[in-house]
């Protein structure tokens, strides 16, 4: 069913593409689209509990045809002409919440796959459905069984990402207030045992431009990537004379990483938190001055943070069509605000242990989809 623009905003609910794309289960109060239609219209179009849906286009062949369920119990709810409808000839041998996986399985999605069709566009169609070939058990019992243990490890997914999401938002939301903004000498949030203002100090008071570059004691094991911060254990290019160009990039260094961002306008600086080792020489490197008033957890974030050093880069950078340059002069002339040794230490383990959170639900999240994907292969055929 399809309707000119004036028609939708306003009337009965209607399943949309992209209730279709992003979700394997539909209810209705899921649906946030509205179309105004006659009473034949809604009568031809409605949808039942059970009734699967499937996108009949797509811009890429691996994305066509996925499925969607409706769960729920739908009142005068319609679908848009964008998905395709499936509903059982007679008594439905498919329990809805099992039919809700079956149709995303890797069986059926080669299935899809290779008989939907791809020009501009990949497309299936109703007649591509009829073609596809699905492998169930008769068993009512098994059905169920099989989709209460896969609506299960959903739940745990959805509050292991909610718990993610909470963990995320928290440090963002820190970022933002335990560093002063421009114009104060203070954070909005602060540990109960510090109330002094935080000193003004210029870069070069704290940073120095490192020039030392590889004597060969580090190899192409030793490649460190700024922008993810990692060893990359690449050994293109590892030819002697190039191997010397590398500048040293030791632990607490911080180097310029210039490409721009949504996220990054003036580029940004990262710290080496990972071990001694080698950058490009196209990267400055700034080295510590003094290491023991110097809290190598805090720099990590302070020095990375894009609403506590934008005003800095912006003055200390020049613009080229992808990148920012750094003019290191002009750096480490700016002035920056700084807590005492004790308060960096306190910020930095206070971020250092949500970063940990982080990781942790990262991990058991990641553990959790690989399981689901694994018994996804294992219980269907």
């Known amino acids: 069913m399809n309707k000119e623009k004036a028609f939708f905003g306003s009337g009965v609910p209607i399943v949309n593409f992209v209730d279709v794309f992003h979700n394997r289960i539909l209810m209705p109060d899921m649906l946030m689209g509205r179309v105004t239609l006659t009473e034949k219209e809604i009568k031809n179009h409605e949808i039942k509990q059970g009734d699967i849906f499937f996108t009949r286009t797509s811009e890429t062949i691996n994305e066509i045809g996925y499925p969607s369920v409706m769960l729920g119990v739908p009142d005068c709810t319609v679908f848009s002409g964008f998905v395709l409808r499936g509903r059982a000839i007679g008594d439905d041998p498919l329990n809805n919440l099992f039919k809700s996986y079956i149709f995303f399985t890797e069986h059926f999605r080669k299935e899809m796959i290779k008989k939907s069709s791809m020009t501009t566009r990949a497309l299936t169609s109703g007649t591509a459905l009829k073609e596809m070939i699905i492998k169930f058990p008769a068993s009512e019992n098994e059905q169920t069984n099989i989709g209460i243990l896969f609506k299960h490890l959903d739940v745990i997914i959805a509050l292991q990402q909610r718990q993610l999401d909470l963990y995320t938002k928290l440090k963002k939301g820190l970022l933002q207030k335990l560093f002063p903004k421009d114009g104060e000498n203070v954070p909005e949030i602060r540990f109960a045992d510090f109330h002094d203002d935080w000193e003004h100090h ?71 938190t990972i071990g001694d080792g080698i950058v490009s020489h196209v990267f400055d490197v700034f080295r510590p001055i003094n290491l023991d008033s110097h809290g190598l957890i805090y720099w990590k974030y302070a020095i990375h943070d894009e609403l506590f050093m934008r005003d800095i880069l912006r003055k200390a950078t020049t613009h080229a069509t992808m990148m920012t340059n750094l003019v290191s002069s002009d750096f480490l002339k700016q002035t920056i605000r700084v807590p005492c040794y004790e308060e960096q230490n306190q910020i930095g383990n206070l971020l250092q242990n949500i970063d940990n959170y982080i990781e942790s639900e990262q991990s058991k999240l990641k553990e959790m989809k690989i399981l689901k994907k694994y018994l996804l292969q294992k219980l269907f055929i």
Do not use: C
């Open 202 to 272: 210029k870069f070069n008071e704290i940073y120095k431009k490192e020039t030392e570059k590889n004597d060969l004691s580090f190899g192409s094991d030793k490649i460190i990537s700024v922008a993810k911060m990692y060893f990359k254990n690449d050994n293109q290019d590892s030819k002697v004379d190039y191997m010397k160009t590398y500048n040293i990039f030791r632990v607490g260094d911080i180097a310029f990483e210039g490409n721009k961002s949504k996220n990054f306008k003036f580029g940004r600086f990262v710290e080496n």
